[in-house]
Nanobody
Framework: QVQLVESGGGLVQAGGSLRLSCAASGRTFSSYAMGWFRQAPGKEREFVAAISWSGENTYYPDSVKGRFTISRDNAKDTVYLQMNSLKPEDTAVYYC???????????????????WGQGTQVTVSS
């Protein structure tokens, strides 16, 4: 079992930055890969970033590449999402997720993750 709790969301102006955190508990954090997703009203859940167990490997979709950075601190059982140059279209509920059966896989589909946090709202005003 893995429990995930996100924090750090809020309201920010376009061009601003936010850093989301996701604290994990349960299974040994360094034993699995992690990801971030987001979901805007009326839209499907969208992949944002993934990171391997060590943090050495990451993957992003084109929509956030160069603006968002995923990282992890295995000593603190926490994964982060640094979001820069935010745009109004980044507005969504952001979720962290654990791919607890894999250490290296950088999964992009929501169904490939088996544990989810409750989400944190990010609103970017124009």
């Amino acid at each position: 079992q893995v429990q995930l709790v996100e924090s750090g969301g809020g309201l920010v102006q376009a061009g601003g930055s936010l850093r989301l955190s996701c604290a994990a508990s349960g299974r040994t954090f360094s034993s699995y890969a992690m990801g971030w997703f987001r979901q805007a009203p009326g839209k499907e859940r969208e992949f944002v970033a993934a990171i391997s167990w060590s943090g050495e490997n990451t993957y992003y979709p084109d929509s956030v590449k160069g603006r968002f950075t995923i990282s992890r601190d295995n000593a603190k059982d926490t994964v982060y999402l640094q979001m820069n140059s935010l745009k109004p279209e980044d507005t969504a509920v952001y979720y962290c997720a654990a791919d607890s059966d894999h250490r290296f896989r950088l999964a992009v589909l929501a169904r490939e993750y088996n544990y989810w946090g409750q989400g944190t709202q990010v609103t970017v005003s124009s």
